[in-house]
T-cell receptor, first 114, second 111 residues
Framework: DGGITQSPKYLFRKEGQNVTLSCEQN?????MYWYRQDPGQGLRLIYY???????QKGDIAEGYSVSREKKESFPLTVTSAQKNPTAFYLC?????????????FGPGTRLTVL | DQQVKQNSPSLSVQEGRISILNCDYT??????FLWYKKYPAEGPTFLIS?????DKNEDGRFTVFLNKSAKHLSLHIVPSQPGDSAVYFC??????????FGTGTRLKVLA
């Protein structure tokens, strides 16, 4: 079964702690993305990566970091510098170079800071 | 600055009738538009898309219309079914890899 997996589904963190959200895909997609969704808001882009060992900041990158050491993996670290980290985090991937390439999303991770 | 707007946060439609979800955008450089459907606590799933060189794309019960002069697109669902109840996001492609999403419209189809 091809798809995107995110783990864990629910995550609780104490204030001041860093936490890493996992995202894995076996779709052989080059591009991967992290979004954040807050109530009443659309999906806002945190980081994206077009190829391995390369990534770019999205619209709300402050307080987050990523790595892309393998094609299939794009973990997101929420650092203690992120002022309001409680949110629903979505990972996505897409083929690259296509004219019409939709994104495939994982099931999401709900992060709650206590 | 919201480049992709969905001005109706919610919509209720009777089963069997048409659902029309609307989306407006501000950037005329967007070249590709998508609609996603999202259930609670799940990731969005791709529904239908349209290139900026077209004005209509149809897939079964779903049709997307694009009016470039008005910078407006709409999703029509005919006939609406209770299983269509979800939040619908429109998105626009900005550059090769960047997508900008609207805030979503919650559709409720009443049986």
């Amino acid at each position: 079964d091809g798809g995107i997996t995110q783990s864990p589904k629910y995550l609780f963190r104490k204030e001041g702690q860093n936490v890493t959200l996992s995202c894995e895909q076996n779709l052989n997609h080059d591009a991967m993305y992290w979004y954040r969704q807050d109530p009443g808001q659309g999906l806002r882009l945190i980081y994206y990566s077009q190829i391995v060992n390369d990534f770019q900041k999205g619209d709300i990158a402050e307080g987050y970091s990523v790595s892309r050491e393998k094609k299939e993996s794009f973990p997101l670290t929420v650092t203690s510098a992120q002022k309001n980290p409680t949110a629903f985090y979505l990972c996505a991937s897409s083929i690259s170079g296509g004219q019409h390439n939709e994104q495939f999303f994982g099931p999401g991770t709900r992060l709650t800071v206590l | 600055d919201q480049q992709v707007k969905q001005n109706s946060p919610s919509l209720s439609v009777q089963e069997g009738r048409i659902s029309i979800l609307n989306c407006d955008y501000t950037n005329s450089m967007f070249d590709y538009f998508l609609w996603y459907k999202k259930y609670p606590a799940e990731g969005p799933t791709f529904l239908i898309s349209i290139s900026s060189i077209k004005d209509k794309n149809e897939d079964g019960r779903f049709t997307v219309f694009l009016n470039k002069s008005a910078k407006h697109l709409s999703l029509h669902i005919v006939p609406s079914q209770p299983g269509d109840s979800a939040v619908y996001f429109c998105a626009a492609r900005s550059g090769t890899y960047k997508y900008i999403f609207g805030t979503g419209t919650r559709l409720k189809v009443l049986a």
